[in-house]
């Protein structure tokens, strides 16, 4: 949003970027800066829905669901891990879709779509400005798409094990291969029989990297790597999740050089 409204916005994120937004507890507080909003952008699908109570006790018929300040960027995305049904008692649900869609760079297309027309019907008409600007922004992520496939060109194929399944969208971008999750479902902590499990996958998959986002806990990864010689590495998840992200172009390309760190232990060994 700031990308494209530049100067013309100030785009506030209800949940800080080093924060889970799957797992937050709304705050009142959340409550006023909707009521002061003019544009609402939300992740969408089971991403974020402690956000629906937000908006009703805002009062504000503009921002609620097919209201002309309603943003879901997840419309127009093709979704991945779509299946029927969720989670009852424990996790949360990827059932509608995972939700991670925004680390395929090349999702930004349709995202900043619905967000350009939204900022169009809003005062000042600074339409475009707000279409140059978003012009350029896809122009710029074409350009470091193409630099970042070539970067990650030799990880393509090679297993990795997630904690928590955040990155089928990079994966697909990126030809990544990850053959497991330490999370046996979404949100839930993994028991010792699935440790052991994954353990044997681990050696017998020869997994290149254990992946663990920067708001996930390193304990279950740490014991794998230890057992087997793997080498941890930490990729974010939100720009904000580390003080050097401040954009989305340096959230794609945190995860990029973090994953290049994997070629090179390899090359180390």
Known sequence: VQAIGGNSVRATSLVPGDRDAEEYVARPQDVLLLRQAQLVVRIGLDYDLWLDALLLNA???DLLKGGKAYVDA???IMLLDVRPGG???TGHSHGAGNPHYWLDPKNAEMMTAGILLALADLPPANAKQFEARRTDLLKRLAQRQAEWQQRLKPLA???LVAYHNSWP???RRFHLNFVG???PRPGVAPPPAHLARLLRTLREQKVAGIIVGTRE???DAEFLSAKTGIPIVMLAESVGATSAIASYEELIEFNVKQLENILTQRKNQ
């Open 59 to 61: 009062r504000k018929p």
């Open 74 to 76: 997840s419309q127009g």
């Open 87 to 89: 989670l009852a008692d």
């Open 157 to 159: 194929g090679q297993a």
């Open 169 to 171: 969208y990079l994966a």
């Open 181 to 183: 999750t330490i999370e």
């Open 217 to 219: 806990p390193r304990k």
